[in-house]
């Protein structure tokens, strides 16, 4: 063994630094913790999705299809025909830098090719090597690449390290959607077959039983009726909900995880009890039973097959509108594309609350209005009777989701609601709120288990926002509007700011919901105790 | 004069050439970032990084206590814990501050008359090695416990309905704890 001979001051010149090859010469390397596992070939085949095989991102080989290089480049060739934003995105950069450090997990990870403009620049390098006159004859000096392995698994790397949030596109001055890309590079991939499990096995789920889960109409009933029993408890109020029943006035759908996870299912136990108090006249369906769709992740087709089911059994079951629960990427998908896609719904009418009057015009051709616009609307006409002070053991402040808010606008209706249910809120910084809320770190199918470092990572500036708060104003709560933020905040905040706990803005509701003949409440909707109400003294 | 005395006055040139060993960690232009943009919210990493090593650089020059570490340390190597480099160097930050402090003293000359109280601070750093290790291994086992409790909650109802969830009570603060 060789002889340890450094001294003392020779080690104190160790130079950290890593090795400085151009990003275009850097191979990846596949670090356990920091990528999904591959899509199971059974997942692929049941929607038909092509060269579903076993591999892992791990293996050298990846067993591709012998053109795949073929198969890739006319599949560019059509999406840059088929979508002008593609062909204008691959064209304009003019490589400001201005998004560069805006995404979670270029800041998170410190990792260059994380910055959005390199992220870009994976698949436009390709695109100037085989689609342009330049790229074509200049190769490297044009920033031209030829398609490899070795770039292909790059691409797989790091378009899984893009939630699709568009943060960096509201920085970019052309207005260029790295998000939109990064669909792309995925829908490119999944032609070789190359997609995740954990998108592909709610993709397939969601396909045959109508939900990611892959539950049947009697688990889904009986999940619900679990809640009953809890709001029971809690209330002493019984509820009976319908379930697909025809000539309801609404349609309620909402992700099918706030069927199942926690702290999800506390949410979902604030529209049973609100929609109680108010009477109306709704109903559960067993078919659509998903909100949320993860096809579009994977590609546009795949996606817009998965939503028809929503307009389909609005129109079986006859109802007149449809209302639609907190989440975040489901809502990007119905407000921008499903009308689109699978309309128009001219069988439906434009929602109009029944309780205030209110028509809903913003979803006139849409049909379908989302729950934190709804009970705003009950609380902006005074309909609802609310204790507040249920809700002072919670110092709560707001995320917004990344779809919601820069997908949709939905900004204020949710704090409105909030600050309307607790007495203790407080706002994070400006810069990672609103508009440019820094996303949850594990959207857009990210939220896999055993990717958990990188989720850390592009977790880490949303986190760092909400200990600012949380060591400033005793911030205790991280409420928010999207069934896949309650799941992977809940991660997040364990790791960097413990004591912070994550809801949904409709479960806060529903503790300081006032409903007609309820016991003394004293328990929260986690029928946990209620603590003693600081100054009251009827309690 | 006092080590402590001489060195606090070189505090601000030492913490800056100390943060930048950790800077060079990082590729150039992630360096660059880290280095120059100065709101806490944008540049979470390199704020947390150099705030944390300025705790503790204060810390070393006023004698503070060991557990005083803990914090700014966990602070620091939370982040490194999840991000691209080895556990060593995740660490190896701290070791360097020994050999910038020396080069200072080397500078001034005084080298000879400060030995004892060097080694101390010496014995101090090290210590803070020792600290930062746990945490580093505290922090990859919590990845762990995070995927698994993330599949506890994600199926919560379920198991409840298949009647497999049982109350367990919570091991209670251990005592002398
Ligand atoms: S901000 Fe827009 S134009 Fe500038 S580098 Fe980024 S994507 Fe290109
Ligand atoms: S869309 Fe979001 S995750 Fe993707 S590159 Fe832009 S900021 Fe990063």
Same mark, same amino acid.
Request: proline share 4%; charged share 25%.
């Given at each position: 063994?060789?002889?340890?001979?450094?001294?003392?001051?020779?080690?104190?010149?160790?130079?950290? @630094?890593?090795?400085?090859?151009?990003?275009?010469?850097?191979?990846?390397?596949?670090?356990?913790?920091?990528?999904?596992?591959?899509?199971?070939?059974?997942?692929?085949?049941?929607?038909?999705?092509?060269y579903?095989?076993?591999?892992?991102?791990?293996?050298?080989?990846?067993k591709?299809p012998?053109?795949?290089?073929?198969?890739?480049?006319?599949?560019?060739?059509?999406?840059?025909?088929?979508?002008?934003?593609?062909?204008?995105?691959?064209?304009?950069?003019?490589?400001?830098?201005?998004? +560069?450090?805006?995404?979670?997990?270029?800041?998170?990870?410190?990792d260059?090719? &994380?910055?959005?403009?390199?992220?870009?620049?994976?698949?436009?390098?390709?695109?100037?090597?085989?689609?342009?006159?330049?790229?074509?004859?200049?190769?490297?000096?044009?920033?031209?690449?030829?398609?490899?392995?070795?770039?292909?698994?790059?691409?797989?790397?790091?378009?899984?390290?893009c939630?699709?949030?568009?943060?960096?596109?509201?920085?970019?001055?052309?207005?260029?959607d790295?998000?939109?890309? @990064?669909?792309?590079?995925?829908?490119?991939? &999944?032609?070789?077959?190359?997609?995740?499990?954990?998108?592909?096995?709610?993709?397939?789920?969601?396909?045959?039983?109508?939900?990611?889960?892959?539950?049947?109409?009697?688990?889904?009933?009986?999940s619900?009726?679990?809640?009953?029993?809890?709001?029971?408890?809690?209330?002493?109020?019984?509820?009976?909900?319908?379930?697909?029943?025809?000539?309801?006035?609404?349609?309620f759908?909402?992700?099918?995880?706030?069927?199942?996870?926690?702290?999800?299912?506390?949410?979902?136990?604030?529209?049973?009890m609100l929609?109680?108090?108010?009477?109306?006249?709704?109903?559960?369906?067993?078919?659509?039973?998903?909100?949320?769709?993860f096809?579009?992740?994977?590609?546009?087709?795949?996606a817009?097959?998965?939503?028809?089911?929503?307009?389909?059994?609005?129109k079986?079951?006859?109802?007149?509108?449809?209302?639609?629960?907190?989440?975040?990427?489901?809502?990007?998908?119905?407000?921008q594309?499903?009308?689109?896609?699978?309309?128009?719904?001219?069988?439906?009418?434009?929602?109009?609350?029944?309780?205030?009057?209110?028509?809903?015009?913003?979803?006139?051709?849409?049909?379908?209005?989302?729950?934190?616009?709804?009970?705003?609307?009950?609380?902006?006409?005074?309909?609802?009777?609310?204790?507040?002070?249920?809700?002072?053991?919670? &110092?709560?402040?707001?995320?917004?989701?990344?779809?919601?808010?820069?997908?949709?606008?939905?900004?204020?209706?949710?704090?409105?609601?909030i600050?309307?249910?607790?007495?203790?809120?407080?706002?994070?910084?400006?810069?990672?709120?609103?508009?440019?809320?820094?996303?949850?770190?594990?959207?857009?199918?990210?939220?896999?288990?055993? &990717?958990?470092?990188?989720?850390?990572?592009?977790?880490?500036?949303?986190?760092?926002?909400?200990?600012?708060?949380?060591?400033r104003?005793?911030?205790?709560?991280?409420?928010?509007?999207? +069934?896949?933020d309650?799941?992977?905040?809940?991660?997040?905040?364990d790791?960097?700011?413990?004591?912070?706990?994550?809801?949904?803005?409709?479960?806060?509701v529903?503790n +300081?919901?006032?409903?007609?003949?309820?016991?003394?409440?004293?328990q929260?909707?986690?029928?946990?105790?209620?603590?003693?109400?600081?100054?009251?003294?009827n309690? | 004069?006092?080590?402590? $005395?001489?060195?606090?006055?070189?505090?601000?040139?030492?913490?800056?050439r100390?943060?930048?060993?950790?800077?060079?960690?990082?590729?150039?232009?992630?360096?660059n970032?880290?280095?120059?943009?100065?709101?806490?919210?944008?540049?979470?990493?390199?704020?947390?990084?150099? %705030?944390?090593?300025?705790?503790?650089?204060?810390?070393?020059?006023?004698?503070?206590?060991? %557990?005083?570490?803990?914090?700014?340390?966990? $602070?620091?190597?939370?982040?490194?814990?999840? %991000?691209?480099?080895?556990a060593?160097?995740?660490?190896?930050?701290?070791?360097?501050l020994?050999?910038?402090?020396?080069?200072?003293?080397e500078?001034?000359?005084?080298?000879?008359?400060?030995?004892?109280?060097?080694?101390?601070?010496?014995?101090?750093?090290?210590?803070?090695?020792?600290?930062?290790?746990?945490?580093?291994?505290?922090?990859?086992?919590?990845?762990?416990?995070?995927?698994? $409790?993330?599949t506890?909650?994600?199926?919560?109802?379920?198991? %409840?309905?298949?009647?497999?969830?049982?109350?367990?009570?919570?091991?209670?603060?251990?005592q $002398?704890?």
């Amino acid at each position: 063994m060789a002889k340890f001979s450094a001294k003392p001051k020779d080690l104190a010149k160790i130079r950290y @630094t890593p090795p400085k090859t151009e990003w275009t010469e850097t191979p990846v390397e596949f670090r356990e913790h920091m990528f999904c596992h591959s899509a199971k070939p059974k997942d692929l085949e049941t929607v038909g999705f092509p060269y579903g095989r076993a591999w892992s991102a791990k293996d050298d080989d990846w067993k591709l299809p012998d053109n795949w290089e073929q198969i890739i480049l006319q599949g560019m060739k059509d999406l840059l025909g088929k979508y002008r934003s593609f062909q204008l995105f691959m064209d304009i950069c003019v490589r400001c830098g201005a998004c +560069a450090d805006k995404c979670h997990f270029f800041i998170g990870s410190g990792d260059p090719k &994380n910055m959005p403009v390199l992220r870009a620049e994976l698949l436009r390098s390709v695109y100037r090597g085989n689609f342009t006159l330049a790229g074509k004859i200049l190769r490297k000096l044009a920033g031209a690449r030829d398609l490899t392995v070795g770039v292909l698994k790059e691409w797989w790397y790091y378009f899984y390290q893009c939630t699709e949030c568009r943060r960096c596109s509201v920085f970019c001055p052309y207005g260029i959607d790295t998000a939109e890309i @990064t669909m792309m590079g995925r829908e490119l991939m &999944n032609m070789i077959g190359l997609q995740l499990g954990w998108i592909g096995g709610p993709v397939a789920a969601c396909y045959m039983k109508g939900n990611h889960l892959g539950l049947e109409p009697h688990t889904i009933k009986s999940s619900i009726e679990f809640f009953l029993d809890d709001i029971e408890t809690l209330t002493g109020i019984k509820i009976e909900p319908s379930f697909n029943r025809k000539g309801a006035e609404i349609l309620f759908v909402t992700p099918s995880g706030d069927l199942f996870a926690n702290p999800g299912t506390y949410t979902a136990m604030g529209y049973l009890m609100l929609f109680h108090e108010l009477g109306l006249d709704y109903t559960w369906s067993t078919y659509a039973s998903e909100g949320g769709n993860f096809g579009f992740f994977t590609s546009n087709e795949m996606a817009k097959r998965l939503n028809s089911k929503i307009y389909a059994e609005a129109k079986r079951l006859g109802v007149k509108w449809i209302l639609g629960g907190e989440c975040g990427h489901m809502w990007r998908v119905l407000s921008q594309y499903m009308d689109t896609w699978n309309g128009p719904a001219d069988f439906m009418e434009v929602p109009k609350s029944p309780i205030t009057g209110t028509v809903f015009d913003n979803a006139k051709s849409m049909k379908m209005v989302h729950i934190a616009e709804f009970t705003a609307d009950l609380i902006k006409h005074n309909k609802l009777k609310l204790d507040k002070s249920r809700n002072d053991h919670l &110092n709560v402040t707001f995320h917004d989701s990344c779809n919601t808010s820069r997908g949709m606008g939905l900004l204020e209706e949710p704090r409105y609601i909030i600050n309307n249910v607790c007495n203790h809120f407080h706002e994070m910084p400006e810069n990672t709120i609103r508009e440019k809320t820094f996303c949850c770190g594990s959207g857009t199918g990210l939220n896999a288990s055993e &990717n958990m470092e990188l989720r850390m990572r592009g977790g880490f500036p949303r986190a760092n926002a909400v200990k600012y708060v949380h060591e400033r104003y005793g911030v205790n709560l991280l409420a928010n509007v999207c +069934a896949i933020d309650r799941a992977t905040l809940s991660a997040s905040m364990d790791y960097w700011v413990p004591g912070v706990g994550v809801a949904g803005v409709h479960e806060l509701v529903g503790n +300081a919901l006032i409903m007609k003949g309820e016991k003394e409440r004293t328990q929260d909707m986690r029928l946990e105790p209620l603590p003693e109400k600081e100054g009251s003294e009827n309690v | 004069m006092k080590l402590s $005395n001489l060195l606090s006055e070189k505090r601000p040139a030492i913490l800056e050439r100390w943060f930048d060993v950790v800077l060079e960690t990082y590729p150039a232009d992630t360096k660059n970032f880290l280095q120059k943009q100065n709101n806490q919210f944008a540049n979470p990493v390199g704020h947390t990084i150099h %705030q944390g090593m300025e705790s503790i650089l204060n810390g070393l020059l006023s004698g503070s206590d060991l %557990q005083e570490f803990s914090t700014p340390l966990d $602070n620091i190597i939370r982040i490194r814990a999840v %991000q691209d480099i080895a556990a060593s160097q995740a660490v190896a930050f701290i070791l360097s501050l020994k050999k910038l402090i020396r080069e200072e003293l080397e500078k001034s000359q005084r080298m000879d008359s400060f030995i004892k109280e060097l080694s101390l601070l010496e014995d101090k750093i090290d210590t803070l090695v020792l600290m930062s290790f746990d945490i580093y291994m505290q922090c990859r086992e919590k990845i762990y416990d995070l995927k698994a $409790n993330e599949t506890k909650r994600l199926t919560y109802r379920l198991l %409840q309905r298949a009647n497999l969830v049982c109350e367990v009570e919570e091991p209670g603060p251990q005592q $002398n704890d």
